[in-house]
T-cell receptor, first 116, second 111 residues
Framework: NAGVTQTPKFRVLKTGQSMTLLCAQD?????MYWYRQDPGMGLRLIHY???????AKGEVPDGYNVSRLKKQNFLLGLESAAPSQTSVYFC???????????????FGPGTRLTVL | DAKTTQPNSMESNEEEPVHLPCNHS???????IHWYRQLPSQGPEYVIH???SNVNNRMASLAIAEDRKSSTLILHRATLRDAAVYYC????????????FGKGTSLLVTP
């Protein structure tokens, strides 16, 4: 049981390049999330999904796209990377989606992205 | 306002108990208190959560004040591996899906 895995672990991009971050979970969770973490700031939600085939915008969605074609995978895409997208990206999954406030989110190890 | 207030940092000696405080004076009746921690260079990890009663699990204990305006995460015997940033989060079914991590408390454990 690997939990939540993310690939790649590190990546350096040049401004304008594109890339896709992959998140996979083996816990059969319905809900999946993408956060970013910047120095001195907490985690901020980029996009989330409430089930296979669904996606929705979070707090900071601009410049990112997501897809959830399979229940276990949640992809985060950067179409044209900018230096402001330099950050650590965390994927998470949860079984209940916040229902009643008792949900627990399980996080991956993160992807450290640098955009030059 | 879903904010909580925590000290920026705390320090503890190894094998001693640690009490991490959190203030949530504007908490609503449906808000659960969740604690997560983030070890260096890792993703956040769930620790414990509660509503009104004190809670215990294998990682920690959570003591919630009677008026629910504050809570304390208790690590009974700190180890070097417990050095992390600890986040206290208010969460209910109206919070949406995002956990509001804030800045947390950075715990330093010294041998």
């Amino acid at each position: 049981n690997a939990g939540v895995t993310q690939t790649p672990k590190f990546r350096v991009l040049k401004t304008g390049q594109s890339m896709t971050l992959l998140c996979a979970q083996d816990m059969n969770h319905e809900y999946m999330y993408w956060y970013r973490q910047d120095p001195g700031m907490g985690l901020r939600l980029i996009h989330y999904s409430v089930g296979e085939g669904t996606t929705a915008k979070g707090e900071v969605p601009d410049g990112y796209n997501v897809s959830r074609l399979k229940k276990q995978n949640f992809l985060l895409g950067l179409e044209s990377a900018a230096p402001s997208q330099t950050s650590v990206y965390f994927c998470a999954s949860s079984p209940l989606g916040g229902a009643g406030g008792i949900d627990t989110q399980y996080f991956g190890p993160g992807t450290r992205l640098t955009v030059l | 306002d879903a904010k909580t207030t925590q000290p920026n940092s705390m320090e503890s000696n190894e094998e001693e108990p640690v009490h991490l405080p959190c203030n949530h004076s504007t908490i609503s009746g449906t808000d659960y208190i969740h604690w997560y921690r983030q070890l260096p260079s890792q993703g956040p990890e769930y620790v414990i959560h509660g509503l009104t009663s004190n809670v215990n699990n294998r990682m920690a204990s959570l003591a919630i004040a009677e008026d629910r305006k504050s809570s304390t995460l208790i690590l009974h015997r700190a180890t070097l591996r417990d050095a992390a940033v600890y986040y206290c989060i208010r969460f209910n079914s109206n919070s949406g899906y995002a956990l509001n991590f804030g800045k947390g408390t950075s715990l330093l454990v010294t041998p």
